[in-house]
């Protein structure tokens, strides 16, 4: 039986290394940021639940305002899609309507779905954005080194990636 280091147990050895690899001010830099930094997952995440609130948690809302109209002029579409008259036929005196034109209801549905789609994605990027703009208000250089963990079925591996030649 193979034994596999914990994911814990290499965040474990990496903060002790930690004070050996960056200053104690860089150390404090990066503490702060990652209390302040926005989860993308979780801004993608609420945006996905509720338009504009994952815009709100990343630090934006009024980045969201414009996704959820392009979502709500869909919905408007679908409900008067549905209600419109089409294909009456009269015969023996009695108009018979069938309620609801097809093109409509579908472009609605697909720009409901557009603008839904247009919202995670931009409330993912606000968040990113967000983090991009701390870590320069904090003066940590997060492109200069790169930690990456990675767990799978087959053990855990940890990655780190300096630039070299800029």
């Not at 209801?105 to 703009?133: H, K, P």
Request: glycine content about 16%; proline content about 4%.
């Amino acid at each position: 039986m193979r034994h596999h280091p914990s994911p814990f147990g290499l965040m474990a050895v990496l903060f002790l290394l930690a004070p050996v690899v960056v200053g104690a001010q860089e150390r404090d830099a990066l503490v702060q940021y990652e209390l302040e930094k926005k989860n993308e997952l979780a801004a993608g995440a609420l945006e996905w639940l509720i338009p504009i609130v994952g815009h709100h948690y990343a630090g934006d809302a009024r980045a969201g305002f414009a996704p959820a109209a392009v979502s709500g002029a869909g919905i408007v579409g679908v409900i008067l899609g549905g209600t419109i008259k089409s294909d009456c036929v009269v015969g023996g005196g009695i108009e018979v309507c069938q309620r609801g034109n097809g093109t409509i209801v579908t472009l609605g549905w697909m720009t409901y779905l557009g603008g839904r789609v247009w919202g995670i994605l931009s409330a993912l990027d606000v968040a990113r954005e967000f983090n991009r703009d701390l870590a320069d208000r904090l003066g940590i250089g997060l492109d200069d080194v790169d930690l990456s963990l990675a767990a799978s079925p087959t053990g855990v591996s940890v990655g780190l990636s300096f630039p070299f030649g800029r």
